[in-house]
């Protein structure tokens, strides 16, 4: 069955970076969108960013923009995604979901994808 397992979330100053991973298995990982949303206590789960299974096409939420990366190692079937200069706004679960041969749209919309991991925390704190 399909797996996807975050990883790399955890508890870092105001400015701070992490490298969030997600790891696949039980698909053809190639063929598969990846995409990364969080949910914040209290808040709907947003859209932060998408790759496409090509690797030809990114998304990013405005507010993401500029200090997220999103990146894609099919020989590892991991994707992994940058956060620099993080802002205690940025503090949420964040989940990566995969969805075979999805356009990577700029609206992010989480309804097209079937398939889940469970969450990494970040917490963004002085």
């Known amino acids: 069955q399909v797996q996807l397992v975050e990883s790399g979330g955890g508890l870092v100053q105001p400015g701070g970076a992490l490298r969030l991973s997600c790891a696949a298995s039980g698909l053809v990982f190639n063929y598969y969108t990846i995409g990364w949303f969080r949910q914040a206590p209290g808040k709907e789960r947003e859209g932060v960013s998408c790759?496409?299974?090509?690797?030809?096409?990114?998304h990013y939420a405005d507010s993401v923009k500029g200090r997220f990366t999103i990146s894609r190692d099919d020989a590892k079937n991991t994707v992994y995604l940058q956060i620099n200069s993080l802002k205690p706004e940025d503090t949420a679960v964040y989940y990566c979901?995969?969805?075979?041969?999805?356009?990577?749209?700029?609206?992010?919309?989480?309804?097209?994808?079937?398939?889940w991991g469970q969450g990494t925390q970040v917490t963004v704190s002085s």
């Open positions: 979901a995969a969805a075979w041969r999805l356009p990577c749209y700029s609206d992010l919309n989480k309804n097209p994808y079937p398939y």
């Open positions: 790759v496409t299974s090509s690797g030809s096409s990114t």
